[in-house]
């Protein structure tokens, strides 16, 4: 395999030590550093021997060694040289042993023949032994090997461009907040041209935000500026960046220092000829010191409070800008028209102050680093312009094609800026207007990049005609079909004859009476005093209504209708003939209705032909009322309890996987079982968690024998599988928690259904647990963020202060169990198993995949803000009693997902009514109680800003004083 090859392999496999949490990405580039200084040193050795001579031989040859060290100012002895170390030891204690003697050599030879870089060995070297203690030796043999296949000292192939290759692609992993973010070098070139463009006389560069350093240190060997300065806060970039310089080989004068730009700047008193940077966003509030430099230097009256933005950042570094000084830096578009007043501040000062020379925007891709809009921006002293350039190269964005990498024309910016051309939809100099639009930069506002369209006004009309014939016919179609829902629709007028027998004249009259009540509520109701005429044939009329006529025929029944009815006697008795025979003949039929009209005490005596049928009962007043409304809805056909709609049978019937019956049937019958029953609550939930957790564990995977790719991939479709099942459980906890508002939930079941699942995760298997693990995780969370949605803070202090029973072979501590102890992320390494399989949609990894996954899943009635806030509610709880825990913290994975600058549970505890209501939660009696725990937080959370993702260096969950100004804590009703 050739070196480009072997360099893709190496590559990739680096790929897997970085961002987890076997071994730190700062031993990686421990390993590759001294790669390099040992291959570097084979390659000069090689150079100088004598023919026939091998290396070690030429080492020890005197006249080499002296030669050697002549130029290289270091020495490595030859049994510790990279390779010899690595196919020598098969132990990985003997290997970290031998490179610290390796490493120990480098630095005293240094020294002792005056290398230029010795004082940043001695940086480098002095505590070798933390970095490369306590690490899971199963993984250093393998990197080590992979590593030692590459040739280093192959001289068709720039190390320092593999190295700086290895920075970028770790950057590319990690988020722009960090300030580590690596400037390719078309970045880099356009800086230099920039520049060089300015006939600046360039003595020194600085960079205040170092990150690795790809960026000054390019750009100075690029202009060959003599001296060159820096700074990082982050240690282990600051680390990385010395390493890179040694690799860049810069050889001019160079001052290269840790510490905090804006807080502790190290070079305060200096003023520099150029100042490049790649600005990074950190979300931080400003330092009191911070805040008091830029009083200082230029009256800007900012607070604690105020954030320290892109552009506070910016004229930290201007204040070290020398006479005539030139200042470049990289930021995010978006800032050039941020809201903050502070901001606005600042960019009012530049612009009046006539320090702001040019504002270019960057095309998509170019610092592929990096996922946001990009601009460069360029401030100058002792300017003689007295506009601002800005230049729009958002579109002169090209692909080779064949490399399919992004470039930009440099050759054209550098022309238009330094020349401060004006070209449509390009570039444009403002000034008036940039205060017209109340000092907001950004660049749609002076630059008109809107690509006008040409309209045929032909193609238009012609267009609007057609569209217009459409809408006709369309309407004309619509209207057809409203005209057939509504004669569908049009609801049918029931003919009614009412059959009688005419006891006397009161009661005839009580009968047209009743006949007129049907008409008037929309009845076609007929009876004979209405329809029959003298000189009609009276069976006639009576034969048509029953059998034709009429949709319904009401036997208006009393005791003398019955008797003729019988008897078959008199007009009733006709028709109770014509009406015996329908009966008979269709014994489903419901046209004929007995209706009791009139009845004495007593037995209910009903003709013999319809004694078994269904009558309505409009004998009395207290029973008209209902009884009629039955009587005109059955004319209707309108029940008052329609019957449903026959369904589609559900699709499971025939499917043969698990639906989780026994769980539905517990949630379909919950309400009306806890309306019924509310003793039973308790008894309820306790049913449903036991056979969730009976459900929960057939989700167990079997990963004998698989690679750690398809066993990813098979955790993460276990989780996907059991979504059904976690729907079940959210439906659940909506109904338990709104029922939970008068009738308190027993925690204990709770807890000992947690502690069960905790249980499942005593096993050895890494992969065969992290579902399980994920699952446990969501689960608590659910619970917290519903508790909180429903404001059941008695319930949140049980889950975070009870005890918890479990069983684990690894928990060795006879310490209580709390709720920290669910969180198993140091020994089952969920995070870095769903990362295998588990990426976005262009393949790139997440930061967290664990938290994308949490995050992407959260039911639509929660909202993802509350199952992050309930996320840093455990984080922060755990934090502020770390002593009653163990110190044992909960990590929350989804902070990155933070979208409002406010929680809701800190910042109403100003109300002394709220803060009584959730301090328990807080496991605190008093407002006292409270400040002295958010106290001891401070170490971690505000000061070191340490609870973060190793790969997110600027992203740290916020101290609790983000959210809340403990002065102010109960200072209101």
Request: proline residues 2%; charged residues 25%; negative net charge.
């Amino acid at each position: 395999m050739d070196n480009q090859k072997q360099l893709r392999v190496l590559l990739r496999f680096i790929s897997k030590y970085f961002n987890n949490l076997y071994l730190e990405n700062a031993f990686v580039y421990y390993i590759l550093f001294y790669k390099f200084l040992s291959d570097n040193l084979v390659y000069y050795s090689k150079s100088i021997l004598p023919e026939g001579l091998e290396l070690e031989e030429g080492l020890k040859n005197k006249n080499c060694h002296m030669r050697l060290l002549n130029e290289l100012k270091y020495f490595i002895e030859p049994e510790y040289l990279f390779d010899n170390i690595c196919y020598r030891n098969n132990s990985a204690s003997n290997v970290l042993n031998e490179l610290i003697r390796g490493f120990k050599q480098v630095q005293r030879t240094a020294h002792k023949y005056g290398n230029e870089f010795a004082e940043e060995f001695d940086i480098l070297f002095e505590n070798l032994g933390d970095i490369f203690e306590n690490k899971q030796t199963e993984y250093i043999l393998p990197l080590m090997g992979e590593i030692a296949l590459f040739n280093f000292a192959d001289t068709t192939l720039d190390y320092s461009q593999l190295f700086e290759r290895i920075i970028k692609w770790d950057s590319n992993n990690t988020n722009r907040a960090t300030g580590d973010i690596i400037s390719n070098n078309i970045l880099s070139e356009l800086f230099s041209g920039l520049i060089y463009s300015s006939n600046l006389n360039v003595r020194n560069i600085y960079d205040g935000f170092l990150g690795s350093g790809s960026l000054l240190f390019n750009v100075s060997n690029n202009l060959g500026v003599p001296e060159i300065y820096g700074q990082e806060r982050q240690k282990e970039v600051y680390m990385i960046a010395l390493m890179n310089m040694v690799v860049q080989k810069y050889s001019g004068k160079h001052q290269i220092l840790l510490g905090d730009t804006l807080s502790d700047s190290k070079f305060k008193n200096n003023k520099f000829d150029v100042i490049i940077s790649d600005i990074p966003s950190i979300k931080e509030k400003l330092s009191f010191s911070a805040a008091g430099n830029l009083k200082a230097n230029y009256n800007f009256n900012f607070s604690f409070n105020v954030r320290s933005s892109e552009w506070v950042h910016i004229m930290s570094l201007f204040s070290n800008l020398g006479k005539n000084g030139m200042l470049m830096v990289v930021i995010s578009t978006n800032s050039l028209s941020s809201s903050l007043k502070s901001d606005n501040d600042i960019r009012q000062y530049l612009v009046s102050e006539n320090y702001l020379d040019c504002i270019i925007n960057l095309p998509p891709g170019v610092l592929s680093s990096s996922r946001v809009p990009l601009s460069i921006l360029i401030l100058k002293k002792g300017r003689s312009n007295q506009d601002v350039l800005f230049v729009d190269a958002t579109n002169d964005f090209k692909l080779h094609t064949r490399k399919k990498s992004p470039t930009i024309d440099i050759d054209d910016i550098v022309e238009v800026y330094s020349k401060r051309k004006i070209i449509p939809k390009l570039s444009n100099r403002v000034l008036t207007e940039i205060y017209d639009n109340h000092f907001n930069l950004s660049l749609s506002r002076y630059v008109d990049t809107f690509d006008e369209e040409f309209v045929s006004l032909v193609d238009a009309y012609n267009r609007l005609y057609e569209l217009d014939e459409y809408l006709m016919k369309v309407d004309e179609e619509l209207q057809n079909k409203l005209e057939d829902v509504i004669m569908t629709k049009e609801i049918k007028i029931p003919k009614v004859f009412l059959s009688y027998a005419r006891t006397n004249l009161e009661y005839a009259e009580s009968i047209v009476e009743f006949a007129s009540t049907l008409r008037g509520d929309g009845i076609d109701a007929s009876v004979d005093e209405w329809d029959l005429k003298p000189g009609n044939d009276i069976y006639h009329f009576m034969e048509s209504k029953i059998k034709s006529e009429a949709d319904f025929v009401l036997l208006m029944i009393n005791d003398e209708f019955t008797e003729k009815a019988n008897n078959r006697t008199a007009g009733v008795g006709a028709e109770t003939q014509m009406i015996a025979k329908e009966l008979y003949e269709n014994v489903e039929q419901g046209r004929i209705i007995p209706i009791l009209w009139r009845h004495d005490d007593g037995e209910v005596k009903l003709p013999t032909i319809v004694e078994s049928r269904y009558y309505i009962d409009l004998s009395s007043d207290d029973k008209f009322g209902e009884n009629y409304e039955l009587l005109l809805r059955t004319l209707f056909n309108k029940p008052k309890n329609p019957k449903t709609e026959v369904g589609k049978m559900p699709e499971w019937i025939n499917d043969t996987t698990n639906h989780f019956t026994k769980t539905k049937t517990i949630i379909k019958r919950f309400d009306s079982q806890v309306e019924a029953h509310p003793e039973k609550f308790n008894y309820l939930i306790e049913d449903f968690f036991n056979e969730y957790f009976e459900y929960l564990k057939t989700f167990n995977v079997d990963f004998i024998g698989k690679d750690n790719a398809s066993a990813s991939k098979e955790i993460y479709e276990s989780i996907e599988e059991y979504t059904a099942l976690k729907n079940d459980l959210v439906v659940f906890l909506e109904k338990m928690f709104k029922v939970a508002r008068y009738n308190k939930i027993d925690s204990e079941l709770i807890i000992e259904f947690l502690s069960n699942i905790r249980s499942l995760l005593s096993g050895s298997e890494q992969f065969g647990l992290a579902n399980f693990d994920f699952m446990l995780r969501e689960i608590f969370l659910y619970f917290v963020a519903y508790a909180l949605k429903y404001k059941n803070y008695e319930f949140i202090a049980d889950l975070f202060y009870s005890p918890y029973y479990f069983e684990d072979y690894a928990y060795t501590s006879n310490d209580t169990k709390y709720f920290v102890d669910l969180d198993v992320r140091g020994r089952i390494h969920t995070d870095d198993i769903l990362g295998i399989s588990f990426k976005a949609d262009n393949g790139n990894s997440f930061i967290t995949p664990l938290g994308e996954l949490l995050v992407r899943r959260v039911p639509p009635r929660l909202k993802r803000e509350l199952l992050v806030d309930a996320d840093l509610l455990c984080c922060y709880v755990s934090y502020m009693n770390k002593d009653k825990f163990g110190r044992k913290e909960w990590f929350p994975f989804t902070h990155l997902y933070k979208q409002k600058e406010s929680i809701d549970y800190f910042t109403k505890l100003n109300s002394k009514k709220y803060f009584n209501k959730i301090k328990e939660v807080f496991d605190v009696d008093s407002a006292d109680e409270f400040k002295e725990k958010v106290a001891l937080t401070h170490d971690t959370l505000l000061g070191r800003r340490q609870v973060r993702f190793s790969n997110a260096w600027g992203d740290c969950v916020e101290p609790i004083e983000e959210y809340i100004d403990l002065s102010k804590l109960c200072s209101e009703r």
